[in-house]
């Protein structure tokens, strides 16, 4: 369906410039939720996984979850974030049928990090994307209102969902473009998964997205106002609807018009965005200091223990493959895409000895036969130790480029390691000279015609010695000691 609101032509939009800032909440893989002892399990039978605390109960006391905090922690430090020593819970309140509370327990002046950053890569440029703030809250629950034979009447509640642990990551307006937005959000998930901080899932809500936009003319200073756009549950259409809404406001500016802040959702059918709500101000939600919590202390000790716990981020196991293992760019960025694929290459390298043709292998055969089969990295059938021992034979000359390549998809279709399959199928290349030059002797005594011929100076009748002891040897010897023998012993 095409978008049928007012947008701008591509020749108006050129003449301003958009702004964009990001607000990602990001659910934290904790096993219970922030403040009982609940299981965040997904997909468990409705209001079934909740409490006296998450459903909001009177006289029911809420505990801050350690594991929580700890992930917080860990975000905050992949995000280049000054981790305050001393942060506060606070109380954002407002109505909703799926906020049982009446009110969310949030962060506000005093959130758990700030001041970080991200770098991003847009069309070779590296740009620095700041990142005002990191804060931690609960989750509400959930409204359901499609589904049900009634739905067309009433709207279901499910509070499993409420209770579990979010951090907000709120970035500067610094972004330009839906691009730059695009390129800041894949690293900013990328990160928070390699530390596994979350899945990031976007399918399940663990990631998501609101999107502040603005547009002023090229050259100006002044910000224009700018507008939320919310439900943004992809990062294809994440960019759709930046795009969409930078259009709308040029068109808007262009006709005379003004922008009005306000929350708009995007519309994935019309590509197009709608108004929602007026937006609120920080004081519609009459934030005020939980009284039910006390401040967060996070100590250096703390910080020092988590700090150690922090594995290596992407760009630094990027550069570590280069220089390391000498992979070109392409291939470091392609072997980091995640934390199980960086893994999995290493052992790959390990095993092999040979960190280069590992990552051939890695990058084309076995992602191919991934991608084919629907498979992540994790669900390979054939295991890192596997393919390193696979690309370890061919080194040793035990195994023909060849004959790997019609090991590999038997590999992957048993999961079983080279060895066995070439024991089974008496694939092994014969490299053993002392049962070589045997064949070699049967051949030549029964070939005295063609040998006659060689010592006369009739050499082409190599090839043809050659083709008898590899037939003899059936199709197991390596050529190349073959040839060696033949010589030597034709003199
Ligand atoms: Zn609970």
């Not at 224009?224 to 439900?231: F, L, M, R, S, Y």
Request: with cysteine; glycine share 8%.
């Amino acid at each position: 369906m095409t978008p049928t609101g007012e947008v701008a032509s591509p020749e108006s939009i050129a003449k301003y410039e958009a702004v964009i800032g990001l607000e990602v909440h990001v659910q934290l893989g904790t096993r219970t939720k922030i403040f009982c002892g609940c299981p965040t399990s997904f997909g468990a039978p409705p209001n079934t996984n909740v409490c006296p605390v998450c459903l909001g109960l009177p006289g029911a006391l809420p505990v801050l979850s350690k594991d929580a905090v700890e992930l917080a922690i860990k975000a905050s430090m992949a995000l280049n974030c000054e981790i305050r020593p001393l942060s506060r819970f606070a109380r954002k309140n407002y109505f909703y049928p799926d906020l049982p509370k009446g009110y969310q327990i949030s962060q506000y002046d005093e959130p758990v990090s700030e001041h970080g950053y991200l770098d991003i890569a847009v069309e070779g440029t590296a740009k620095r994307i700041g990142i005002t703030r990191v804060h931690m809250e609960d989750d509400a629950g959930k409204s359901i209102h499609d589904g049900f034979r009634d739905s067309d009447r009433f709207s279901y509640v499910d509070l499993n969902r409420s209770g579990t642990p979010l951090i907000e990551i709120v970035s500067e307006p610094d972004m330009r473009s839906s691009d730059e937005a695009h390129a800041y959000l894949t690293e900013l998930k990328q990160r928070l998964q390699f530390v596994e901080v979350s899945t990031c899932d976007m399918e399940k809500g663990h990631l998501r997205c609101d999107a502040n936009v603005s547009v002023r003319p090229r050259g100006a200073e002044k910000l224009g106002t700018k507008v939320e756009v919310k439900n943004l549950n992809s990062f294809r259409f994440a960019k759709m609807a930046m795009d969409y809404e930078i259009a709308r406001q040029v068109a808007v500016l262009e006709a005379g018009g003004t922008i009005h802040q306000e929350t708009r959702l995007y519309n994935v059918e019309s590509g197009e965005t709608a108004g929602m709500r007026s937006k609120e101000q920080a004081h519609d939600y009459r934030y005020f200091p939980e009284p039910d919590l006390v401040p967060l202390r996070i100590s250096n000790q703390w910080l020092d223990a988590v700090k150690a716990e922090m594995p290596e981020l992407p760009a630094q196991k990027r550069r570590r493959f280069i220089s390391d293992y000498g992979l070109r760019e392409y291939d470091a960025e392609v072997l980091t895409a995640s934390r199980p694929m960086a893994e999995y290459y290493e052992h790959v390298a390990e095993v092999s000895g040979d960190p280069k043709t590992a990552a051939n292998w890695v990058i084309g055969d076995l992602s191919g036969a991934l991608n084919a089969a629907g498979k992540d990295v994790t669900e390979s059938p054939i295991t890192a130790k596997s393919l390193g021992e696979l690309v370890a034979l061919i080194n040793k000359g035990e195994l023909s480029g060849k004959l790997a390549k019609d090991i590999f998809p038997k590999m992957f279709e048993t999961g079983e390691p080279p060895a066995v399959i070439m024991d089974r199928e008496g694939l092994r290349q014969n490299s053993d000279t002392g049962a070589l030059e045997k064949i070699v002797d049967d051949v030549l005594a029964a070939n005295g015609k063609q040998v006659e011929q060689y010592r006369s100076g009739k050499t082409t009748v190599m090839g043809f010695l050659v083709g008898q002891v590899m037939k003899a040897s059936r199709g197991q010897a390596n050529p190349g000691i073959v040839n060696e023998i033949l010589k030597k012993k034709l003199g």
